[in-house]
């Protein structure tokens, strides 16, 4: 059973759009929300992470959305840079002592110039 | 510079000759975790350990052994390797969660280890 899903699989925008990338999830212990970004040859690497107690998180570009109450959440690009073409992979962790996460399927972007 | 090794980077290898994947992280982390990668199937969890001598199983453990003798290395075995373990590998490392999340949480990755069984 997959406990989190993500969509799209894929994505191509242009150079300035605003890529949205989607998960949701059925666990309602997950309390904690990372988005990580793997480029080609290289290890996944935290990008941004959020709480369910707050419903947007902005670090530079980058924004999570969260709606608790449909368990969703998802990530927006703002003003989308060939250089952010990476495959993305949201996550979330259950409770308190947890380490585990529990990761997405991932998204591949693609930013054409 | 806090990092995840990982040797080898590359193997190629044949069925049922044992093979070990080393890693090593050097920012005293008790929680270390192995995940494979496969196309359209995302990151899945092989095993994990929480500290010293201390292991379990993931989501995907068939055919893998760890062990965790000291903090810093988590190697990965594969007894008898067959075809269906040629994938990405990593190795991941995080410390133990803070009394406030965010950052503390975070998985740091290893470059990965692509490992082709014939």
């Known amino acids: 059973q997959q406990q989190v899903k993500q969509s799209p699989q894929s994505l191509i925008v242009q150079k300035g759009g605003i890529p949205i990338i989607n998960c949701a999830y059925e666990?309602?212990?997950?309390?904690?929300f990372p988005w990580y970004q793997q480029f080609p040859g290289k290890g996944p690497a935290l990008l941004i992470a959020i709480r369910p107690d707050v419903s947007e998180k902005k670090e530079g570009r980058f924004t999570i959305s969260f709606n608790k109450s449909a368990k969703q959440f998802s990530l927006h690009i703002m003003d989308s840079q060939p250089g952010d073409s990476a495959t993305y992979f949201c996550a979330a962790k259950e409770g308190a002592g947890s380490y585990q996460l529990t990761f997405g399927k991932g998204t591949k972007l693609s930013v054409i110039p | 510079e806090a990092q995840v090794t990982q040797n080898p980077r590359y193997l190629i290898t044949v069925t049922g000759k044992k093979l070990t994947v080393t890693c090593s992280q050097n920012m005293n982390h008790e929680y270390m975790s192995w995940y494979r990668q496969d196309p359209g199937l995302g990151l899945r969890q092989i095993y994990y350990?929480?500290?010293?001598?201390?292991?379990d199983k993931g989501d995907v453990p068939e055919g893998y052994k760890v062990s965790r003798k000291e903090k810093r290395n988590f190697p990965l075995i594969l007894e008898s390797p067959s075809p269906n373990q040629t994938s990405l590998y990593f190795c991941a490392s995080s410390e133990r969660q803070g009394p406030t999340f965010g950052r503390n949480n975070e998985q740091f990755f290893g470059p990965g280890t692509r490992l082709t069984v014939l």
């Open positions: 350990s929480m500290n010293v001598e201390v292991t």
């Open positions: 666990n309602t212990a997950f309390d904690y």
